[in-house]
């Protein structure tokens, strides 16, 4: 059995000053359209999302690059519980691996956003 995490921090003022023009391209880059839907245009939401994103890239061992940012989704269900969807080459990263559950945790105040991702699997 193996175990990896991951965990970022963001401070929302970031994407709260960024230039309007640069601010949604940046959204439209980072998140999938249901994504976007679901969190709205809040810079608290926005950033816990993007915070998650980066954990997982980092439990997955390669960070964005290897894998593209709207191939990570997370959705929220009824509860409030982040759920997470592996699509494309986040998914075989994870297959390589042998990750198969994993749990997150997302949280923010005003002024950070922060998440943290575990992920279990078989060694490979």
Same mark, same amino acid.
């Given at each position: 059995? +193996? ?8 401070? =929302?003022? &970031? ?5 309007p023009g640069i601010r949604q391209r940046? %959204? ?7 994504? %976007?839907?679901?969190?709205?245009? /809040?810079?608290? &939401?926005? /950033?816990? #999302? ?10 997955? $061992?390669? $960070?964005?690059?290897?894998? #593209? ?6 959705? *929220? @269900? ?7 969807? @592996?699509? $494309?080459?986040?998914a075989r990263q994870a297959e390589l691996?042998?990750?198969? +559950? ?9 002024? *950070?956003? =922060? ?5 279990? $699997?078989?060694s490979r």
């Amino acid at each position: 059995m +193996q175990l990896k995490t991951g965990v970022d921090l963001v401070e =929302i003022d &970031r994407l709260k000053n960024l230039n309007p023009g640069i601010r949604q391209r940046f %959204i439209e880059r980072v998140f999938a359209p249901s994504e %976007i839907a679901e969190l709205g245009d /809040s810079n608290q &939401r926005l /950033s816990a #999302g993007f915070a998650a994103k980066e954990a997982v890239s980092k439990a997955l $061992g390669c $960070g964005i690059g290897l894998v #593209g940012w709207q191939e990570i989704v997370i959705h *929220h @269900l009824p509860s409030g519980e982040p759920t997470l969807f @592996l699509y $494309g080459n986040a998914a075989r990263q994870a297959e390589l691996l042998g990750l198969t +559950q994993w749990s997150i945790s997302i949280s923010h105040s005003k002024t *950070h956003a =922060i998440a943290m991702v575990v992920a279990l $699997g078989e060694s490979r």
